[in-house]
C-alpha cells in the first residue's frame, strides 16, 4: 500500500472517530498532493512517485515549523499549537529521522567513501549522504556537520 492510500485511510477513520483536527491536516495533505500532480503533468507524469510525496510533505513540515516561530514571537500560543498538531499529524507519514549519533556516523561513512579531504569536498560528501540517506536525514543539520568535520 502506497502512501495515497494511507492518506485516503487515515482521513476515513479520523471522521469516524470524529477527529476535527486531523480530518483538517489531512485533506490538507491530499489536497497538496493534488496540486503536487497537477503540477507534475506537463513532465507526462499522472501521479508523482512515493519520494515526491516524503519531499512534500517535508516542506510541508518545514513551513509550519517556520509558522510555529513566528506565532510564538507573535504569543499566538492557540496558533502555535494547531500547528504543532498539524506538524504531528504529517510527521506520522515522514521516515523516522536519524539521531545526533546515526548522522555524525553517516557522515563519517560518506567522507571517508568520498576521500574528501578539505572543505572544497564538501558538495561530493553532501551528494553522496543525499543519495544513500535522503529520507531519514536532516541535511541542513548534516551539512553544518560535514562543514565541521571538514574543518570549514
Known amino acids: 500500500m502506497g502512501l ?8 476515513k477513520s479520523a471522521m469516524k472517530a470524529g477527529d476535527p483536527p486531523r480530518v483538517s491536516t ?3 495533505i491530499l489536497a497538496k498532493l493534488k496540486d503536487t ?4 503533468r ?14 512534500m510533505l517535508r516542506g510541508m513540515v518545514k513551513s509550519r515549523r517556520e509558522s510555529v516561530e513566528l506565532y510564538r ?14 506538524i504531528a499529524v504529517i510527521e506520522a507519514f515522514l521516515p523516522r529521522q536519524m539521531d545526533e549519533a546515526d548522522m555524525v556516523a553517516a557522515v ?5 567513501e568520498t576521500g574528501a579531504a578539505g572543505i572544497r569536498d564538501m558538495g561530493k560528501v553532501m551528494a553522496a549522504l543525499r543519495a544513500r540517506h ?4 536532516d541535511l541542513a543539520r548534516a551539512g553544518a556537520l560535514v562543514k565541521a568535520r571538514l574543518g570549514g
Open 4 to 11: 495515497r492510500d494511507d492518506f485516503t485511510t487515515q482521513l
Open 26 to 28: 489531512l485533506r490538507m
Open 42 to 55: 506537463p513532465k507526462g507524469v499522472a501521479a508523482v512517485p512515493d519520494e515526491e510525496v516524503l519531499a
Open 37 to 40: 500532480d497537477i503540477a507534475a
Open 134 to 137: 535522503a529520507a531519514t536525514l
Open 73 to 86: 514571537q507573535g504569543n499566538r500560543a492557540d496558533l502555535v499549537a494547531k500547528e504543532l498538531a498539524e
Open 108 to 112: 563519517d561513512q560518506a567522507v571517508a
